[in-house]
């Protein structure tokens, strides 16, 4: 005989959840103009980067790390139905996947050995950052919908967020 579980959150509606809704209504004042923020870097000197070798390698761990974080959230969100101890993985993934943050390591033609990007991300580059622009919507989404403590609403929304990821990669990433 199959039994049903049901699943509790494991706290209450907490000061954490508060602390998220604010953070997600404050405006990005810091970020500056936006349209400059994805522009696409023409050369390293547009970049915080050394050379082209180090954005490639850059991007390419801090990918890896983001990816290895969602499979976290998955953990703490869906495995364990825990706010509590997700909440500083959502605002770390929050910040890391930032267009704003990752766009400066793909300097125009950095593609080829050592690099999983395709050149086409340079060929549409709107198209490339429309995607970043999808995923941080997906994230700020997946956050408000955790906050309302429902497991099947935070689990759509955290696929979501992999959906917009797994996209992204389809079309600029060799596999």
């Known amino acids: 005989m199959q039994q049903r579980y049901h699943l509790q959150w494991a706290s209450p509606r907490s000061a954490t959840a508060s602390v998220l809704a604010l953070i997600l209504s404050m405006p990005?004042?810091?970020?500056?103009?936006?349209?400059?923020?994805?522009?696409?870097?023409?050369a390293v000197s547009d970049t915080p980067f050394a050379n082209e070798r180090e954005a490639v390698i850059w991007r390419r761990e801090e990918l890896k790390d983001i990816e290895s974080l969602v499979r976290q959230l998955r953990f703490d969100l869906i495995n364990n139905q825990d706010i509590e101890a997700a909440t500083p993985r959502l605002l770390e993934l929050q910040e890391r996947a930032s267009a704003?943050?990752?766009?400066?390591?793909?300097?125009?033609?950095?593609?080829?050995?050592?690099?999983?990007?395709?050149?086409?991300i340079w060929e549409e580059w709107d198209q490339f950052t429309d995607g970043f622009t999808d995923l941080e919507d997906k994230i700020a989404n997946l956050i408000?919908?955790?906050?309302?403590?429902?497991?099947r609403d935070t689990a759509r929304a955290l696929s979501e967020v992999g959906a917009s990821?797994?996209?992204?990669?389809?079309?600029?990433r060799y596999d």
């Open 28 to 42: 990005l004042a810091w970020a500056g103009d936006e349209a400059s923020d994805l522009a696409m870097p023409q």
């Open 100 to 120: 704003q943050r990752l766009l400066p390591a793909f300097i125009e033609g950095t593609h080829g050995s050592g690099s999983e990007a395709r050149a086409s």
């Open 144 to 151: 408000e919908v955790a906050e309302q403590q429902d497991p």
């Open 165 to 172: 990821c797994k996209s992204c990669h389809r079309a600029y």
